[in-house]
């Protein structure tokens, strides 16, 4: 019989189900029974759909008694009032057919196959009925030797079922086109870039194809597809701020492997090799042990009642000798928003002041109040899938490939999808590359190319009235200040043609969905917090935002920096970004913290290091914060250090800071405690304790709930999900957050009492009630006003891929075989001027003093621009970096450094590792 009412409904096995538009056949069938209803091969949860096994064929006809045409079910449409049958006698001949045709080529050693009981190949074999080939033994591939070239990535294409799943990997996924089919019919193999080994290759270790290969044919050194394991428990990264959900393969009580679930809504299945593979610093030999004090200038392991008991008392004497706002804490990006938030209580509750910062402060400041002064919120509007629905992104001063490489590989798809991508960087970055424009300013100048692409839109007439005069206020005084610039002279100070600008600024305007996206090349500028408020000008001028597919995205640095000024770990700001000088504010935290909480002005981490040099700030907690190899001029910050009668580091390591504290606390790793952290995009997470601390360590909540107790406050036992209740009722948009109700994916805040979340920020106001427009003029950073003839080069910092920040965890994983130091990247014009090669080492040298870098020629910058990483401590860059900051936020100026180059003599040495 025919369906006559069939326009959205199929037949599943002579069952009725709904359909959806654009539902292919699989898709239909996986939605109302189980995802292995249909078998599969060449088909993977974050693949297109590609056909290429046909293991899963079905039948589909018009009508119930057929004719039925046998169709790969993983590409075809699935059509309304069709009839499916799943598992015929003929489908499941064909299926049976086409498996024995490929085990004829396929090992059959499954014993000793590390993928044993987790082999696609194998499950639907066994489903099929098939023990043995039936077919004759013919030629094969059995000879085709492993490739162990690579410190993660092995192959081993003897056991390769060609199913083209690492391949699209690569390309859908990561977007880096390294692995390909060379050859055709039976002599068709998977080769890695020009046919060269994996570490030869442009592989950038991400593990994607490993992941996704449904045999052995692809995995890693950490056997991650081996279901030889105990438990596997779901956490999130503890790298970058994207906020990668991870799955952890647990065996006798230690990390076994790493993948990536495929229902995490951040990363759906994907992560980079510092997620997946750069673990092994959790139980690295060089991990702190136990609390030390020194003595007689030597660190010596003690006890921790004794550790506490020295640190009361030492601290006590010194609030009742100077005062409590001789003492400071700095918190933590590293840790949970839990010991984030205990730690700012432990400051303002128990010492007494609000001298509390984080590493936000050198990095996002500027994000939070220039977004705080437009809009009245200074986190992300959207959320990162809105990406897939925009039509033009921006990117500004970021590299989102290399310091937040899922985001980063999104990007590139929408790029490489020829979508319009606007970059905005003094690199030719990755994504500049793929990008349909790139502004290559001049460092330093982002404030003068941002007015350019206002008087563009202005002038071009592009401006949203209708959301100007309804949700925005101040524009006829901007639009008057804006359009009185000069062009000519605004493109002499950026260095970029003002007609490339222009067109820029069009394709941004006319866009109907545009999304911003910025990061550190953005905000650590004297001038980042202007810049921020000409991003949200943009926005407001264009109506991008409080819709989807738009709106300011700050690319959060760390994996918790968002989740570290929510907590108040700021001076001026409690937890929830509440005004700390407020004496009404601070009657509800003395209500909940049952304590009575400082009115005075507290200290910014610039203002600490002044303080401590100057004498009046004596006493210094660092949690997870080595500050003498992040933070700028570190001199300076040494002789901070030095100049302090007791300085209190919180470390897993001996990081160049712990070398100078009087008192050691060992932390633990994320690997080792429970919380949660908040990503970039505001998505609260749960982080889940997968082991047990090493012997002699503690998490670091643990440890501040204990000195809170030793001196003298009441504080519960360390429990994240208590300590999260308690937030709640303090940080407004954490309402309605439990540790039940975050499930798998977390929720973005705010989150309301009855604990739905928020995707999209300002739909339909904004906390100050309309946008404020700002209207901000370019001004030369005093660093080049002052140094530049001196030091005529402009050095600006950057991260690459392998490493984070001061590399004090992937400096002991095997990230450090694969990016091997720091290095300088020169213009050749710059090399020949100089006498440079490739690999030298070149001394750079600014006001403050001088490093060796080996020299990387490129022609990603331009002539008298050079650019560095900072992750190594055999260069410690941060020696030449300055003491210019941003005018609002106090955020340090990493990014404009003048200085000077010549050839040096001097050989690098690697002092790290493994």
Not at 15 to 33: A, N, Q
Not at 386 to 397: H, L
Not at 716 to 745: C, H, M, R, S
Request: hydrophobic share 35%.
């Amino acid at each position: 019989m025919e369906n006559n009412n069939s326009l959205k409904t199929a037949f599943i096995d002579g069952k009725p189900y709904d359909l959806r538009d654009g539902e292919t056949i699989l898709s239909f069938i996986r939605r109302h029974t189980t995802y292995d209803h249909v078998p599969t091969l060449c088909d993977a949860p974050n693949l297109e759909p590609f056909g290429s096994c046909r293991v899963c064929s079905v039948e589909v006809g018009l009508k119930e008694e057929g004719p039925f045409r046998t169709q790969a079910s993983c590409h075809t449409p699935a059509i309304p009032g069709s009839f499916i049958v799943t598992d015929s006698q003929k489908i499941h001949n064909l299926r049976k057919n086409i498996v024995e045709l490929v085990i004829t080529d396929h090992p059959l050693d499954c014993d000793h196959c590390d993928a044993n009981n987790n082999c696609e190949l194998q499950t639907v074999a066994k489903r099929l009925g098939i023990s043995d080939a039936r077919y004759p033994e013919g030629l094969n591939h059995f000879d085709i030797a492993p490739d162990t070239s690579h410190p993660y990535m092995r192959s081993d294409l003897s056991k390769c079922i060609n199913c083209y799943r690492c391949i699209r990997a690569c390309d859908e996924v990561q977007g880096e086109l390294v692995l390909s089919m060379a050859s055709r019919g039976f002599n068709a193999t998977v080769i890695k870039g020009n046919n060269v080994s994996f570490f030869d290759s442009d592989c950038v270790s991400c593990g994607a194809c490993a992941q996704a290969c449904p045999t052995n044919a692809i995995t890693d050194i950490f056997d991650s597809k081996s279901k030889d394991y105990d438990e596997k428990i779901r956490t999130t990264c503890t790298y970058c701020g994207v906020g990668c959900n991870l799955e952890v393969a647990v065996k006798d009580k230690k990390v076994k492997s790493i993948q990536a679930p495929y229902d995490a809504e951040v990363n759906q299945g994907h992560t980079c090799l510092k997620g997946r593979y750069a673990f092994s610093f959790y139980n690295h030999k060089d991990r702190i042990t136990s609390p030390m004090i020194r003595r007689n200038g030597v660190l010596e392991p003690v006890s921790w009642d004794e550790a506490y008991q020295f640190i009361s008392e030492k601290l006590t004497q010194i609030k009742t000798n100077h005062g409590p706002n001789a003492i400071a804490g700095i918190s933590s990006a590293r840790c949970t928003n839990e010991e984030n938030y205990l730690m700012q209580k432990f400051i303002r509750a128990v010492i007494g002041t609000n001298n509390i910062d984080c590493c936000a402060r050198v990095c996002h400041s500027p994000t939070a109040i220039g977004m705080q002064k437009s809009f009245g919120t200074g986190a992300a509007t959207n959320s990162i899938e809105e990406m897939k629905d925009a039509d033009c992104i921006m990117i500004i001063g970021a590299n989102p490939t290399e310091a937040h490489p899922v985001t980063g590989a999104k990007m590139k798809q929408h790029a490489m999808k020829g979508r319009t991508t606007i970059v905005i960087d003094p690199r030719r970055t990755t994504l500049a590359n793929y990008a349909t424009y790139h502004l290559q300013l001049r460092p330093g100048t982002n404030v003068a190319l941002l007015n350019m692409m206002l008087y563009y839109i202005i002038s071009e007439g592009l401006e949203n009235k209708v959301f100007i005069d309804n949700r925005t206020e101040g524009y006829e005084a901007f639009k008057a200040q804006i359009l009185a610039m000069d062009m000519d002279e605004l493109e002499s100070i950026t260095h970029v043609n003002k007609e490339l600008v222009r067109a820029a600024s069009i394709a941004y305007a006319t866009s109907k969905n545009a999304m911003t996206f910025h990061g550190l090349g953005v905000t650590e500028h004297t001038q980042g917090t202007y810049a921020v408020m000409l991003i949200s000008d943009l926005a407001l001028i264009t109506g991008q935002i409080g819709r989807r597919a738009t709106g300011v995205n700050p690319l959060r640095g760390q994996n918790n920096v968002q989740g570290a000024a929510d907590m108040g770990c700021q001076p001026y700001q409690g937890a929830g970004y509440l005004n700390a000088y407020d004496p009404d504010i601070n009657k509800k935290y003395e209500l909940v913290y049952n304590a009575k909480v400082p009115m005075d002005e507290g200290m910014k981490i610039p203002e600490m290091f002044e303080a401590s040099i100057d004498g009046k700030l004596k006493a210094l907690w660092l949690m997870g914060e080595d500050v003498v190899q992040s933070d700028p001029n570190t001199n300076k910050v040494i002789q901070a250090m030095k100049s302090l009668e007791l300085l209190i580091v919180q470390e897993i390591f001996i990081t160049e800071t712990a070398k100078y504290a009087d008192v050691i606390l060992p932390g633990a790793t994320f690997l080792e405690k429970s919380g949660t952290f908040t990503n970039g995009e505001r998505r609260i997470q749960r982080v889940n304790k997968v082991v047990e601390p090493l012997p002699g360590t503690k998490a670091d909540g643990q440890i501040i709930s204990e000195i809170m107790n030793v001196m003298g406050y009441p504080q519960n036992d360390y429990d994240p999900a208590d300590v999260l209740l308690e937030i709640a009722q303090i940080v407004p948009f954490f309402a309605g957050v439990t540790w039940e109700n975050l499930g798998k994916n977390g929720k973005q805040w705010p989150v309301k009492p009855d604990g739905t979340d928020t995707k999209i920020l300002h739909q339909e106001s904004f906390p100050l009630g309309k946008g404020r427009f700002n209207f901000v003029d370019f001004e030369e950073s005093n660093e080049i006003l002052e140094h530049a003839k001196a030091y005529p080069y402009i050095i600006t910092t950057n991260r690459n891929l392998e490493h984070y920040n001061a590399g004090t965890m992937t400096r002991r994983t095997n990230n450090v075989h694969i990016s091997t130091s720091d290095f300088l990247l020169i213009n050749p014009v710059d090399a020949a001027a100089h006498l440079i090669n490739d690999g030298d080492m070149v001394c750079v040298e600014s006001a403050r003093g001088k490093v060796d870098i080996p020299a990387k020629i490129t022609d990603e910058v331009r002539p008298g621009i050079l650019s560095s990483t900072f992750h190594f401590p055999e260069v410690m860059l941060n020696y030449i970096t300055s003491d210019e900051s941003d005018i609002e936020a106090d955020c340090p100026e990493y990014k404009v450094v003048a200085c000077n180059i010549r050839k040096s003599k001097g050989k690098y040495k690697n002092l790290i590792r493994l």
